[in-house]
C-alpha cells in the first residue's frame, strides 16, 4: 500500500512486487522473511537492496526469479507483477522460461557456483545455447508440452561432451561476452575451469553468463562480498557499465552501504523483511529519515581519527518466529514513541525521491 | 575437552532411543547375545537347554520344518534348531573378540604413531597399505592356512591379525586431528612424556568416533567369518557353525532347502542387527 | 603432463603392494616347515630323492635366502606357482588357467548388473528423498549387503530353481545341446558369440544368469548407498542453483551438473565393488557349482594344497591392485584438478 517512486508520467515499471510476503519452514517454527513488501523497480535503473544478515534482501532476490528453496520457503501473500504476468504464482516449469533470458542472477561465491568439472567457456556456451533455443521456440512460455521433432537446426550447435574445448561457431561470441566483462585474453580463459581462475576473474565469468541471455532483470546477490577491496571496485565498475551500455535493470543485494554509494541510483533498506526507507541514492545519504537508515551511516568507520568511536546500533535483529504487533525496529529505536509498539508503519512519501516507513513522518 | 560427560552420555541415549532402526538393531544385537549367554553357559553347567542333542539324530532325515522340529531336520536326523542354538555362542563372540582386539591394538598402534608422527608413521602407512590393498578374507584365509591346524583358535587369531590395521589407519587419522590442537602442543612443551599424552589426552578424543567404526564393524567380522567357515576353515563336523552348515547342506537344497535358508537367516540377520545399531549410533553422535 | 606422473605414482604404488604380498606369501611358504618344496608340492609330498636334489639344483634351493627370494620372484613371473596336490600335482597356473575365465564371466557380468542396478536404485533414491519409496529402497538394499554372498545364493537357488524351477541349479553349461568353443578372448561366453556358436552361447548364458545375479544382489547396495548420498549433496550445490538460475530444465540439469560430478564419487568406490565382487564371487560359484577358482580355492583349503592357497590369492591380488590402479586413474583424469593442476 504505498504510492510509486518515480515522476509522475514516468514509463511504467519494469517489475511490481506487491504486498509479497515469503514464508520459511524452519526447525524452530515459521518464520515470516518477507512481510508484504512493495516494491516498484523501473528500468534501466541500478538499485541496491541494503540491510543486515536476515533482513530477508536475499529471499526477496530470490523470489524474483523464483528460486526459493521449495522445500522450505513459500509465497504466502503478494504479487510480482512482470510485463503483464505474476510471477510468484507460477510453477516452476513456467517460471524456467523467464529465467536466464527475462530476468538473471549472480550469486556471493563464485568458486562454488560454477560447476568444477566443466570448463567456463562451455557453461557461457550452455546459456547461449539456451538463448537461442528459446528464440527459435523449441522452449517458449505457452508450449503445450508438444515436441516438434523436426530435424534439429543446424543453427544451433550442440554443448561439447565434458573436456572437449568449445567449437569454433560458439568461441567467438562467448569471446564477445568476456570481452564486455572486461576479461583479458577471453581466448585462453575459454578453455580454463573454474579452479584456474581468480574471484575476480569468476565472479566476471558469473556475470558474463548471467548477460549472455541479454536478460531485462540482473539481481546480484552480494557479488563482491567474497572479493577482496580492488577487485570488488572493478566488479562494480563493470555493472555499472553494463547497465549504461546495455540497459539492463540491475538490482544490488547487499550489507554493504558503501558498496551501495559507489554505483547505485535508489536504495532500498529493508529491516526483519519489511522495506524501512527507499529513496534516491542522493537523497539517502544526504536526508537519512528512518532511525534504522541513520544507525546503519553512523556505523561506517569514519576514518583513523583517534577520536572517531565505532558507533553500534544498539540491541540485535527481532526473532521472526515470533510475530510481533507494531514496528520491528522499536525496541531499538532511539525515537520510539507510543504508536510505535501498536502498529506497524507503512511506506509513506515524504519528498520526491524518499520514501520512509516510521511514524515520526506521519 | 572430554565429550563423555555423564550428561552427554545420558542426552546420547535418548538420542539413540528415538532413532527406531536403532532399537530394532539393539534389540537384535542383544536377543543374540543373550542366546549366546544362556546356550554357553547351559553348556558350562551341563544343563540341558537345547530341544535335542547336536550331534545325534533325532527325528526322520531331511524332515520339514514342524510343531516337533522347529526349523526340520537335517540329512543325519538332527534338529536343525539345536544345532542353530548351539553354533550361537561362537558366532556371537568372535565378533566381540575379534574388534575388541583390533580396537585396542589400533587405538594404541595408531594413536602412538598419529600423536608422534615421524618414521613410526611412515612405517605403520607403509605396512597398512598392502593389508588395505586386498580384501581381508584372502589375507585371512592365507593366514589361517599357514597356522598349521585350522581350528577355531586359528581362524580367530588370523582375523585378529588381519583386522587391526583398518583400526590403526583410523586411530591414527583421528589422532592427528587432535595432535596438532594448542592443547597438546603446551603439553609437548611442558615436557609430557608421549606415553602419558597418549593415554591422557589422545585416547578419550578418539575413542567416540572408534566405537562407532566398532561397531558397525562387529557385524562385518562376522560376515567374514561365516565365510571363513563356509569355505571349511575354523570348525570341523560335527560342530555346528553357521557358515559351515551352508556348505553342508548345499547339496540337499533342491530337496531339503530350508536346512541351508535358516542358518543364512540367522547371520544375515545377525549383521542386520549390528549394522543398523552401528548406524543409530553414528547418527546419535552427529545430531549432538 | 600431471596425469602421467600420477599414473606413474600409482603404478609404483601397486608394484610396491604386490612385491610386498610376494614376499608375504614367500615367507609364508617358508614357515611352513621351513621347505619350499613342502609349499610347492604340499605338506607331505613324496619325491624321489634324486629328483628332490634336480629341484634343489634348478631352484637354488640351497642358497641363502634372498637369493631364494630373487628366484622365487623370478618364478612368478614366470608363471610357475607351484603345483597342486589336491588336482594331482598339476601345475597351479594350469589350474587357474582353467578356471579364471569363468571366475571373469561371472565377476563382469554381476559388475554389470551391479552398476546397472545401483545407480538406478541411488537415482530414485535420491530423487524421492526421504519417501517411501526411498525407506523401501534403503531396506532393501541394507538386507542385501548384510547377507553373505552364499545365502543369497542360497535364496535365488531356492526362488528360481527350486520353487520355479526355470533355471539351473548347477554347472555353466548343458554339454548334451552345444559344444564348448574355441579359445580366441579366454572368455567362454564371449567366444561363441564370436563364432556363432548360438548353442553355447544360448546355454552358457543361462547358466550364467543365478550365479551373476546373486553376485550383483550382494554388492549393488555398496553403490546404491554412495551414488544415494553423492547425489543429495550435488544437488544442494551452489553451480546446481547458478544452472537453474540460467533457466535450464531439470533433466538436462541432472544429467550435465549432477550426474557427473556424483560419479566421480563413484569412481572411488569402483575399487571397493570390485574386491567385494572378487571376494564375493568365490562363494556364489560354489554355491552353484560353477566352475571358477572358487571351488578350486575350497577344494585347496580343505586338503591343506598351500600352493593351490597361495596362487590363488596372488591371482586374485593382481586383480585387485589392477582395478585399484586403474580406478585411481581414471578418477584422476575425472577430476581436472589434479589432471591439470
Redesign the interface.
Known amino acids: 500500500m504505498s504510492r510509486k517512486l518515480g515522476r509522475p508520467g514516468s514509463t511504467p515499471s519494469l517489475l511490481d512486487a506487491k504486498g509479497l510476503t515469503v514464508c520459511y519452514e524452519t526447525g524452530m517454527g515459521r518464520v515470516k522473511a518477507l512481510s508484504s513488501v512493495d516494491l516498484a523497480i523501473q528500468g534501466r535503473e541500478f538499485l541496491a537492496v541494503v540491510g543486515e544478515s536476515g533482513c530477508g534482501k536475499t529471499t526477496l532476490g530470490l523470489s524474483l ?1 523464483g ?1 526459493l528453496p521449495p522445500k522450505s520457503a513459500r509465497v504466502t501473500g503478494g504479487s510480482i507483477g512482470y510485463k503483464g504476468v505474476d510471477l510468484a504464482h507460477l510453477s516452476q ?1 513456467e517460471l ?6 527475462e530476468i ?4 556471493q ?1 563464485p568458486l ?6 566443466r570448463r567456463v567457456g562451455n557453461q557461457i556456451a ?2 547461449i545455447i ?1 538463448r537461442k533455443e ?1 528464440k527459435e521456440g523449441r ?1 517458449g512460455p505457452g508450449e503445450t508440452g508438444l515436441r516438434v521433432y523436426d530435424s534439429r537446426s543446424s543453427d544451433i550447435p550442440r ?1 561439447p561432451r ?2 572437449k574445448k568449445l567449437p569454433r561457431s560458439l568461441r567467438s561470441e562467448v569471446s564477445e561476452l568476456l570481452r564486455l566483462v572486461r576479461i583479458p585474453d577471453p581466448e585462453q580463459i575459454i578453455d580454463r ?1 573454474p ?2 581462475l581468480s574471484g575476480g576473474m569468476r565472479q566476471r565469468v ?1 556475470i558474463a ?2 548477460l549472455s ?1 541479454q536478460p531485462a532483470l540482473l539481481i546480484a546477490d552480494e557479488p563482491t562480498t567474497a572479493l577482496d577491496v580492488t577487485t570488488q571496485a572493478q566488479v562494480l565498475r563493470l555493472m555499472s557499465e553494463i547497465r549504461d551500455k546495455l540497459g539492463t535493470t540491475i538490482v544490488l543485494v547487499t550489507h554493504d552501504l558503501a558498496v551501495a554509494s559507489q554505483v547505485a541510483d535508489r536504495v532500498i533498506v529493508m529491516y526483519a523483511g519489511e522495506i524501512v526507507e527507499d529513496a534516491s541514492i542522493y537523497e539517502l545519504f544526504s536526508d537519512p529519515q528512518h532511525p534504522y537508515t541513520k544507525g546503519l551511516l553512523a556505523c561506517i568507520p569514519k576514518g583513523t581519527r583517534r577520536d572517531a568511536s565505532l558507533v553500534p546500533i544498539k540491541g540485535s535483529i527481532p526473532d521472526l518466529t515470533i510475530e510481533r504487533v507494531g514496528c520491528k525496529f522499536q525496541p531499538r529505536c532511539p525515537y520510539s514513541m507510543q504508536r510505535c509498539s501498536e502498529k506497524d508503519p507503512v511506506l509513506v512519501r515524504t519528498k520526491e525521491n524518499h520514501e520512509v516507513a516510521c511514524f515520526l513522518y506521519g | 575437552m572430554r565429550n563423555t560427560s555423564l550428561g552427554g552420555f545420558r542426552s546420547f541415549l535418548r538420542m539413540l532411543r528415538r532413532s527406531r532402526e536403532a532399537i530394532l538393531g539393539f534389540a537384535i544385537v542383544l536377543a543374540y547375545l543373550l542366546v549366546g549367554l544362556l546356550v554357553e553357559l547351559a553348556d558350562l553347567l551341563h544343563f540341558h537347554l537345547l530341544p535335542y542333542s547336536v550331534t545325534q539324530s533325532s527325528g526322520a532325515p531331511l524332515s520339514p520344518p514342524s510343531l516337533a522340529h522347529l526349523l526340520g531336520t537335517d540329512n543325519l536326523g538332527r534338529d536343525l534348531f539345536s544345532r542353530m542354538l548351539s553354533a550361537t555362542p561362537y558366532d556371537v563372540a568372535i565378533g566381540y573378540v575379534v574388534v575388541g582386539f583390533a580396537l585396542v591394538v589400533g587405538l594404541l598402534l595408531g594413536g602412538y604413531a598419529g600423536l608422534r608422527g615421524g618414521i613410526l608413521d611412515e612405517l605403520l602407512m607403509r605396512f597398512t597399505d598392502v593389508f588395505f590393498a586386498l580384501p581381508v578374507l584372502l589375507i585371512a584365509l592365507v593366514i589361517a592356512a599357514a597356522l598349521n591346524s585350522q581350528g577355531l583358535t586359528e581362524t580367530a587369531i588370523a582375523l585378529m591379525i588381519v583386522w587391526w590395521p583398518a583400526y590403526a589407519r583410523l586411530a591414527r587419522g583421528e589422532a592427528l586431528k587432535v595432535a596438532h590442537q594448542n592443547y597438546i602442543e603446551a603439553a609437548k612443551l611442558s615436557g609430557q612424556g608421549s606415553v602419558r599424552m597418549l593415554f591422557r589426552h589422545v585416547l578419550p578424543n578418539i575413542s567416540g568416533t572408534m566405537l562407532v567404526y566398532a561397531t558397525l564393524d562387529l557385524g562385518t567380522v562376522l560376515l567374514t567369518y561365516s565365510g571363513l567357515t563356509f569355505l571349511g576353515l575354523g570348525v570341523h563336523p560335527p560342530t555346528p557353525d553357521w557358515g559351515a552348515m551352508i556348505t553342508t547342506y548345499k547339496d540337499y537344497i533342491l530337496s531339503a532347502p530350508w536346512l541351508a535358508f535358516f542358518p543364512g537367516l540367522t547371520i544375515s540377520l545377525g549383521v542386520i542387527g549390528f549394522s543398523l545399531l552401528g548406524d543409530g549410533v553414528k547418527e546419535a553422535r552427529e545430531a549432538r | 603432463m600431471n596425469l602421467l606422473r600420477f599414473a606413474l605414482r600409482r603404478l609404483l604404488f601397486a608394484v610396491f603392494v604386490l612385491f610386498g604380498v610376494l614376499t608375504i606369501t614367500f615367507v609364508l611358504s617358508h614357515l611352513l616347515g621351513g621347505n619350499v618344496l613342502q609349499a610347492w608340492f604340499g605338506k607331505e609330498y613324496v619325491l624321489h630323492p634324486n629328483l628332490v636334489a634336480l629341484y634343489q639344483k634348478t631352484y637354488h634351493l640351497n642358497d641363502p635366502i634372498w637369493v631364494q627370494f630373487v628366484y622365487y620372484f623370478v618364478g612368478i613371473l614366470r608363471g610357475n606357482l607351484g603345483f597342486s596336490p589336491s588336482r594331482g600335482f598339476e601345475p597351479v597356473s594350469q589350474v587357474i588357467e582353467q578356471t579364471l575365465p569363468y571366475t571373469l564371466q561371472v565377476v563382469l557380468t554381476a559388475f554389470v548388473v551391479c552398476v546397472v542396478i545401483g545407480l538406478a536404485l541411488g537415482i530414485v533414491s535420491a530423487r524421492y528423498y526421504k519417501s517411501p519409496v526411498d525407506r523401501f529402497i534403503r531396506v532393501f538394499y541394507i538386507g542385501a549387503y548384510s547377507s553373505p554372498p552364499y545365502f543369497i545364493g542360497v535364496v535365488v537357488l531356492i526362488i528360481f530353481a527350486y520353487y520355479f524351477r526355470i533355471l539351473p541349479s548347477g554347472g555353466y553349461y548343458n554339454p548334451a545341446i552345444a559344444n564348448q568353443p574355441t579359445v580366441i578372448t579366454g572368455l567362454p561366453i564371449v567366444d561363441s558369440l564370436v563364432e556363432g556358436n548360438w548353442a553355447y552361447f544360448a546355454s552358457a548364458a543361462r547358466y550364467l544368469i543365478l550365479p551373476s545375479l546373486a553376485l550383483a544382489l550382494a554388492t549393488f547396495g555398496i553403490i546404491t548407498r554412495v551414488a544415494r548420498s553423492a547425489l543429495l549433496d550435488v544437488m544442494q550445490m551452489d553451480y546446481i542453483r547458478t544452472a537453474r538460475a540460467k533457466g535450464l530444465e531439470e533433466g538436462k540439469l541432472f544429467s550435465r551438473h549432477a550426474l557427473p560430478n556424483a560419479a566421480v564419487s563413484l569412481i572411488t568406490i569402483s575399487s571397493l565393488v570390485m574386491t567385494f565382487l572378487i571376494t564375493g564371487s568365490i562363494f556364489v560359484e560354489i554355491i552353484f557349482s560353477y566352475p571358477g577358482i572358487g571351488p578350486y580355492l575350497q577344494l585347496a583349503l580343505q586338503n591343506e594344497d598351500y600352493p593351490g592357497i597361495i596362487g590363488v590369492t596372488l591371482v586374485f591380488a593382481a586383480i585387485i591392485v589392477t582395478t585399484n590402479f586403474l580406478a585411481d586413474v581414471l578418477y584422476a583424469y575425472a577430476d581436472p584438478q589434479i589432471r591439470l593442476g
Open positions: 526469479i528460486l516449469s524456467r522460461h523467464y529465467r536466464g533470458s538473471s542472477m549472480i550469486f561465491e562454488t557456483s560454477l560447476n568444477p568439472l550452455e546459456a539456451l528459446r522452449t554443448l565434458f573436456g575451469y579452479f584456474e558469473m553468463m548471467a541471455q
